[in-house]
T-cell receptor, first 112, second 115 residues
Framework: AQSVTQLGSHVSVSEGALVLLRCNYS??????LFWYVQYPNQGLQLLLKYTTGATLVKGINGFEAEFKKSETSFHLTKPSAHMSDAAEYFCAVKAAGNKLTFGGGTRVLVKP | DAGVTQSPTHLIKTRGQQVTLRCSPKSGHDTVSWYQQALGQGPQFIFQYYEEEERQRGNFPDRFSGHQFPNYSSELNVNALLLGDSALYLC??????????????FGPGTRLTVT
């Protein structure tokens, strides 16, 4: 079975500050890992994904994530937060089978 | 290039009724997955359709059923609605039976409210 844990259901950052969202997963097979963003009353938009190869993955809107197998982590970062980054972020794992298993989400609030 | 579309956008139903939600996948995609997202939670996998058959199912009762048409579009049906079925229902599509590293593209969702 696969699972995802996102530490912190809410994160508050100041505009221009570092954004760090934590994600830990469990999987019995090498996983594919994803970060999605959801703006209010919208569906999910893919930020980035890890499949194989380079463990530091760059995505859209200045986000990046690093796959650390030894720590079973896939934390999402952005060096400088922007007001438009206020949204909910979901980490997801795809291991055995075709389904995505999501974490509970982290809501990001950006303060001016 | 049209993305994933879903209809209707919003829906209000009464307990015990039945509902049908519709999804058209992104052009070139042949696999459709459905997810339920309750308020304040992450999406939960309901099932996935490929080649007009249900290929994988999550932990949802038989009240939840689906269908995929030859043009790859899909329907989600929920019978005997319960208050707990109130949620955002998301459709996602992916290519090539959803295998491998292909990401799933999500539609805007259908907001179902059961009263």
């Amino acid at each position: 079975a696969q699972s995802v844990t996102q530490l912190g259901s809410h994160v508050s950052v100041s505009e221009g500050a570092l954004v760090l969202l934590r994600c830990n997963y469990s999987s019995s097979v090498p996983p594919y890992l994803f970060w999605y963003v959801q703006y209010p009353n919208q569906g999910l938009q893919l930020l980035l994904k890890y499949t194989t190869g380079a463990t530091l993955v760059k995505g859209i809107n200045g986000f990046e994530a690093e796959f650390k197998k030894s720590e079973t982590s896939f934390h999402l970062t952005k060096p400088s937060a922007h007001m438009s980054d206020a949204a909910e972020y979901f980490c997801a794992v795809k291991a055995a089978g075709n389904k995505l298993t999501f974490g509970g989400g982290t809501r990001v609030l950006v303060k001016p | 290039d049209a993305g994933v579309t879903q209809s209707p956008t919003h829906l209000i139903k009464t307990r015990g009724q039945q509902v049908t939600l519709r999804c058209s996948p992104k052009s070139g995609h042949d696999t459709v997955s459905w997810y339920q997202q309750a308020l304040g939670q992450g999406p939960q996998f309901i099932f996935q359709y490929y080649e007009e058959e249900e290929r994988q199912r999550g932990n949802f009762p038989d009240r939840f059923s689906g269908h995929q048409f030859p043009n790859y579009s899909s329907e989600l049906n929920v019978n005997a609605l319960l208050l707990g079925d109130s949620a955002l229902y998301l459709c996602a599509s992916s290519p090539l039976s959803g295998q491998g590293p292909y990401e799933q593209y999500f539609g805007p969702g259908t907001r179902l409210t059961v009263t």
